[in-house]
């Protein structure tokens, strides 16, 4: 993998939780860390060895500073970020659940640095010059008009520059609406080659009626066969991506996932666990099938180290997947628990 460079592009956030599963009504401290659905990745996968960097945009202050910081200390290249001298960190508060009580996101980013920010002033061939993959995610033009042009002139740029792009689906209601997301997000694909989530998604059959209406939160193999062949006519793909989950309880989950690759479907095994941090799971399975098709994994390993990257993630407090060896993740995708000596 020595010529792959990675960069991905998205919002840095401050993640503000309180300790021992407490509530924010409850709690009189909460413990500071940094996260983003892409920065997520671009950490995952420099922790795998990966050359990865990220551009963001965060305020020219101390805080700024310390998110960035962070990456940094994970491996990660920062040199493409860009300091603000308006706007403000985006934050979100996040509520672990415990048992029967399920986890809660309280986002607080609105007018931050990056949502502000005029992206028509950012030469993007420039930017992505000596790079080979591009990731992006839906959650991004959920943001604000600039961060919608920001994924339109990124998509492009890397076209031009014959770049492998990645594009992470991401719906966030709380960010924006559901037709809107998927107006949007459609425009993006013809840019993408591989794409994890088959939502927000147009995809209209004959009548008129989207064909993923109606599809099962638990598709059989013949359901999702059916719409990755759809999706991949229309649009080429190399890659689809997308995990099931399972919910027992808030502290117990389970996961499987689908995958289109070269062709044909190909589903993991299931995997059952206890969850000490969900955040961050679905960028994890992301990064964790980007990393194994770098590695030209066989397509079954694939689809499972791609589970099993998400999973380990969930025993991590913290957005970021901190797993710095690949045999980790191939042992629990083997299922193999021995201790390592």
């Given at each position: 993998?020595?010529?792959?460079?990675?960069?991905?592009?998205?919002?840095?956030?401050?993640?503000?939780?309180?300790?021992?599963?407490?509530?924010?009504?409850?709690?009189?401290?909460?413990?500071?860390?940094?996260?983003?659905?892409?920065?997520?990745?671009?950490?995952?996968?420099?922790?795998?060895?990966?050359?990865?960097?990220?551009l963001t945009v965060v305020p020219d202050s101390s805080i700024g500073k310390a998110a960035i910081r962070y990456l940094r200390s994970n491996d990660v290249h920062c040199s493409p970020c860009i300091y603000a001298p308006e706007g403000r960190m985006g934050i979100y508060f996040l509520e672990e659940g415990f048992g029967v009580r399920s986890s809660k996101v309280t986002y607080d980013r609105k007018d931050s640095a990056f949502a502000k920010y005029d992206f028509s002033t950012v030469d993007?061939?420039?930017?992505?010059?000596?790079?080979?993959?591009?990731?992006?995610?839906?959650?991004?033009?959920?943001?604000?008009?600039?961060?919608?042009?920001?994924?339109?002139?990124?998509?492009?740029?890397?076209?031009?520059?014959?770049?492998?792009?990645?594009?992470?689906?991401?719906?966030?209601?709380?960010?924006?609406?559901?037709?809107?997301?998927?107006?949007?997000?459609?425009?993006?694909?013809?840019?993408?080659?591989?794409?994890?989530?088959?939502?927000?998604?147009?995809?209209?059959?004959?009548?008129?009626?989207?064909?993923?209406?109606?599809?099962?939160?638990?598709?059989?193999?013949?359901?999702?066969?059916?719409?990755?062949?759809?999706?991949?006519?229309?649009?080429?793909?190399?890659?689809?991506?997308?995990?099931?989950?399972?919910?027992?309880?808030?502290?117990?989950?389970?996961?499987?996932?689908?995958?289109?690759?070269?062709?044909?479907?190909?589903?993991?095994?299931?995997?059952?666990?206890?969850?000490?941090?969900?955040?961050?799971?679905?960028?994890?399975?992301?990064?964790?099938?980007?990393?194994?098709?770098?590695?030209?994994?066989?397509?079954?390993?694939?689809?499972?180290?791609?589970?099993?990257?998400?999973?380990?993630?969930?025993?991590?407090?913290?957005?970021?997947?901190?797993?710095?060896?690949?045999?980790?993740?191939?042992?629990?995708?083997?299922?193999?628990?021995?201790?390592?000596?």
């Open positions: 993998m020595e010529n792959i460079r990675f960069i991905t592009m998205g919002e840095l956030l401050l993640r503000l939780s309180p300790p021992n599963y407490e509530k924010i009504r409850t709690t009189d401290e909460f413990k500071v860390t940094y996260g983003g659905a892409e920065a997520n990745v671009a950490a995952a996968l420099s922790n795998l060895g990966v050359d990865a960097s990220y993007f061939k420039e930017k992505l010059q000596g790079f080979t993959w591009l990731h992006m995610s839906g959650i991004t033009p959920a943001l604000s008009d600039n961060c919608r042009k920001l994924v339109t002139y990124a998509l492009k740029a890397a076209k031009e520059l014959n770049m492998t792009v990645s594009f992470d689906c991401n719906f966030r209601s709380a960010l924006w609406g559901w037709q809107e997301a998927r107006d949007c997000i459609t425009e993006y694909l013809p840019y993408v080659d591989v794409l994890f989530g088959i939502e927000p998604i147009n995809l209209c059959g004959e009548d008129g009626k989207d064909l993923k209406d109606g599809l099962s939160m638990n598709p059989t193999y013949k359901e999702q066969d059916r719409i990755f062949r759809e999706l991949h006519k229309r649009y080429n793909f190399k890659a689809i991506g997308r995990h099931v989950r399972y919910v027992h309880s808030g502290s117990e989950n389970s996961l499987k996932a689908f995958m289109w690759y070269n062709g044909e479907t190909y589903e993991s095994r299931t995997f059952r666990f206890n969850i000490l941090d969900r955040v961050g799971g679905g960028d994890a399975f992301a990064s964790g099938m980007i990393y194994a098709i770098m590695r030209n994994m066989p397509p079954e390993e694939i689809v499972n180290f791609a589970v099993a990257s998400s999973v380990i993630k969930h025993t991590m407090h913290g957005d970021f997947n901190i797993t710095d060896d690949e045999e980790s993740i191939i042992k629990l995708m083997n299922q193999e628990y021995e201790i390592r000596r």
